[in-house]
């Protein structure tokens, strides 16, 4: 497709189940990032990954956390032992080589809840 | 560390007046790009306009235009004769590093919501 792809586009989950997130980037893009927006808040940084580059996974909230991204394509954020505090959009983004002027494009997020 | 501060928690302007939206950031880098998005309330994240820190120019397109002050670190948006479909989130965003491969993450303010009135 022409834009970010993320699937699924909600998920109901109960507390304790683990929980797989999709991203496809827009193709040929070597930056993918994800980021968590709860309910009203702004967008927390998650995890990036840049080419073949190990990837920064500094926002990475817990180890219950963990994303990878398999052929420098497709990723998945991956949420064990889900909490309720882990309700939120989950948005991935995707740009070209980050030099100067690649825009970012964003998905419509995955829209998790944890009952 | 990269900070992204956004002091306006919401803002009100009438239709057709412009407005300003206020962004400072904190970067011990040099080389780095700050980003606007709009995401309205059906949550999409739109791209609006984008200022390089070598850019000498304030960036513009079409209505918004970054008032650029890299002396104060602010890179604050202007949106120029206001529409109701301009009411939305309106998050400022910066990456540093954007040397060739040197690009990091994004880091978001935590925006500001604007309502314009008819």
């Known amino acids: 497709g022409a834009g970010v792809s993320q699937s699924p586009s909600n998920k109901v989950t109960e507390k304790g189940k683990d929980v797989e997130l999709r991203c496809d980037p827009i193709?040929?893009?070597?930056?993918l990032y994800w980021y968590r927006q709860s309910l009203g808040q702004g967008l927390e940084f998650l995890i990036y990954f840049q080419g073949n580059s190990a990837p920064d996974k500094s926002g990475l909230p817990s180890d219950r956390f963990s994303a990878e991204r398999t052929g420098g394509s497709v990723s998945t954020l991956t949420i064990q032992r889900t909490q309720q505090e882990d309700s939120a959009v989950y948005l991935c983004a995707s740009s070209l080589v980050p030099s100067s002027g690649n825009t970012i494009y964003f998905g419509e997020g995955s829209w998790l809840t944890v009952v | 560390a990269q900070k992204i501060t956004q002091t306006q928690p919401g803002m009100f302007v009438q239709e057709k007046e412009a407005v300003t939206l206020d962004c400072t950031y904190d970067?011990?880098?040099?080389?780095?790009?700050l980003f606007w998005y709009k995401q309205p309330s059906s949550g999409e994240m739109i791209f609006l306009i984008y200022?390089?820190?070598?850019?000498?120019q304030n960036a513009t397109e079409g209505r918004y235009s970054l008032n650029f002050q890299k002396a104060r670190k602010s890179a604050n948006l202007v949106i120029s004769a206001s529409q109701l479909g301009d009411s939305a989130m309106y998050f400022c965003?910066?990456?540093?590093?954007?040397?060739?491969?040197?690009?990091?993450?994004?880091?978001f303010g935590q925006g500001t919501e604007l309502s314009v009135k008819p």
């Open positions: 965003a910066m990456r540093e590093g954007l040397l060739y491969n040197q690009g990091g993450k994004l880091i």
């Open positions: 200022q390089g820190s070598y850019d000498e």
């Open positions: 193709s040929g893009h070597t930056a």
């Open positions: 970067t011990s880098d040099q080389s780095y790009g």
